[in-house]
């Protein structure tokens, strides 16, 4: 089963409260109250998604935390990535992968190709589709007949 973690999980969450009132700073424990999560859950969450360059934090009476920039130039990659690293299916699929068996699987460029489509559909999410209530219309079918895999190099 492919399944993102529960910090991931709680990163959207998170991420998709602010985004509704973007014009407003968050304090962790508004946060934590209104998402009904653990406050030391959200503030581990926080400190990660301010780390990637998604959130802002400013400190003092009006303070608190805000999007980077605009929910729709947030995606849903992006808080994954803030979480979990880079979107990869398999370790011979990332950037620098380092994967023992890349050089005799045959399957590698095939591996690279499935990760590219899901991290080509996870960027077409943004978080201000996470954030509406609107069920999401994602594409039937990826271009991923027009996406090119390099080569991967052999050890």
Not at 12 to 29: G, L, N, Y
Not at 62 to 70: M, N, Q
Request: aromatic letters at 2%; charged letters at 15%; one cysteine or more.
């Amino acid at each position: 089963m492919l399944k993102l973690s529960r910090m991931t999980d709680y990163a959207a969450v998170v991420m998709a409260h602010i985004a509704r009132f973007p014009h407003m700073p968050h304090a962790a424990t508004d946060i934590a109250d209104a998402v009904q999560l653990p406050h030391p859950t959200v503030s581990k969450t926080l400190k990660s998604l301010v780390r990637a360059g998604l959130l802002t934090s400013q400190r003092g009476a009006h303070g608190g935390y805000r999007l980077a920039r605009p929910a729709s130039r947030i995606t849903a990659a992006d808080i994954i990535a803030a979480i979990e690293g880079p979107v990869a299916m398999t370790e011979c699929s990332q950037e620098q992968g380092d994967c023992e068996l890349a050089a005799t699987c045959g399957l590698a460029d095939n591996w690279q190709r499935v990760s590219l489509a899901m991290r080509t559909l996870l960027e077409s999410v943004t978080l201000a589709h996470l954030a509406d209530s609107t069920p999401l219309k994602l594409p039937v079918q990826l271009p991923i007949q027009s996406i090119t895999i390099p080569a991967v190099s052999s050890l």
